[in-house]
């Protein structure tokens, strides 16, 4: 079984969600995605991202994920998501392919304008998004799904 590279631009960047979906601890390194843009998901506390050309979305990007871990990451992403292979830019200025959840486009119409920020996140939405991970995604854990 292979490792992948998966590109981490929302609340998978806390170390503390991260270690809650994946079952252990990821260490990342800032990353850059060209040409998509990252909202916030109408009346929730994470983002979804799309193709937008000129925009730049931050994040992190983690090696060496097995592909036990991938199914986690798609199970909590859920069904509003698809993985997709993207280049992301290291800060040396590497360019490396990776993983990443993007938005389906059927379901577009749910994000926001409104730009999501982890920093944000971090300060008002953490506590929230971790209630709901734990009371609304029992069923993931119930099913052994994480």
Do not use: H
């Amino acid at each position: 079984m292979g490792k992948e590279t998966l590109f981490c631009y929302g609340t998978l960047q806390s170390p503390l969600v991260m270690k809650a979906v994946a079952g252990k601890a990821y260490d990342g390194t800032e990353a850059m995605l060209a040409d998509w843009a990252r909202y916030r998901v109408e009346q929730t506390e994470y983002p979804g991202i799309r193709v937008e050309n000129g925009a730049t979305v931050s994040g992190k990007l983690y090696w060496g994920i097995d592909e036990g871990v991938l199914v986690k990451f798609d199970a909590f992403e859920g069904d509003k998501y698809r993985r997709v292979i993207v280049p992301i830019t290291l800060p040396d200025g590497t360019i490396q392919d990776a993983w990443a959840y993007a938005f389906k486009d059927e379901y577009l119409n749910l994000l926001s304008t409104d730009p999501w920020d982890f920093d944000r996140f971090m300060q008002n939405g953490l506590e929230r998004f971790i209630n709901w991970f734990v009371e609304d995604r029992r069923d993931l854990f119930d099913r052994g799904d994480l």
